[in-house]
């Protein structure tokens, strides 16, 4: 009788354990979501990739980085740097029968493998690799190398139980990659020519600039928001002179720029400036102009179009009007558009024929008869950036 309790009382706790072991709690949340909304919230310097299940880059490399096979996991993500960086958070979820022991097991000799990657040049990360935590929450376990890998933690075990707060940060942390993603424009580089728009692109732009760009209002036809532009207009005037009338009274270019709303604003400047010594002033005024348009206009589109190439007549009544001081001047003006991250358009190469403006382009070398302001137009027309 005692035997038969014996084995009765046994069975009794195996049925136990395995009913222990069904009620592992599943979470509820994506691996994936609980990884961006634990970055969004808390921050995670240093990872700036984020892997997940379906990435099928990254499934041919899971056995390299865990040791264990994608069939037993039912979920997984893993945020990690692409500069050989220790930080990273790695979730892993177990597959239906897959004790998560096995999965802290994999998290464990992934962290024990890594610091030997770093001991000859980062101790840092050494350390930090040495005081990485693992930790389960129902049937996920989580390995954190962070500096705030507690506050990580604390973090994740939050919003495991909160599944509405997770999906809200994840998209917050999408949309953040997202917006950085477009952010990464090469303004480095002239505009690259794109699908033509008619006129009425611009239709919402306003113009700032001198002769040349007055020129191209004057001679071709096409509606547009605003004109500042104006005869003998040099950087510095734009802040200076109050050239631009109003039917309130006159007022400068930068005063003037501080009203209306524009889509796109166009800048065209240097020509009256290449006779200046102080090349560093004129840059300085220059950015000062587009981080003007750009502050009072954070929705428009500024482009700054390069000074244009000069015919052989130019130089004649100028010794400084040359085409070799416009493209040293140009050189200048494409870092300033990198730097403020302003569209570079290259009219200088848009208009040069051998290097120089055409002669039948000109009757003085530095303005542009009415063929070639409309050439010069299509050229803008024909190298926009989407928005």
Known sequence: MKKVIAILLAAACMISMCACGDSVKKIEVSAKDLT??????????????????????????????????TDQVRDYAIAYSSVSRPEEIS?????DGVDVSVLTDALDA?????????ALYSPESVEMLENAIIF??????????????????????ELIKDADTTEALAKEFYA?????????YDYSKPVPASDAKDATWFADAAFVGDSRMKGLLNFTDFDYAADFSYVGLNVADAF???????DSGSMTVSEALKGGTYGKIYIMSG???LGWYNLDKFIEYYGDLVDLAKREHPEAQVYVISILPLGAKAAEEQEVLTNDRAQMFNELILKMCSDKQAYYIDGYDALAVDGSLPEDASPDGVHLNVNYCKMMTDYLLNHTVEA
């Open 36 to 69: 961006a909304a634990a970055i969004q919230a808390v921050g995670l310097d240093g990872a700036d990739l984020l892997s997940a299940a379906g990435d099928e880059s990254f499934e041919s490399r899971f056995y390299y980085y865990y040791g264990i096979t």
């Open 91 to 95: 979730v892993l979820v177990a597959a």
């Open 110 to 118: 992934r962290r024990k493998m890594q610091p030997s990657s770093f």
């Open 136 to 157: 389960t929450e129902g049937d996920c376990a989580v390995l954190i190398v962070a500096e705030n890998a507690e506050e990580l933690r604390d973090k994740i075990k």
């Open 176 to 184: 953040a990659r997202e917006e950085a993603v477009t952010a990464k």
């Open 240 to 246: 200076t002179k109050p050239y631009v009338v109003t």
């Open 271 to 273: 020509i009256n400036e």
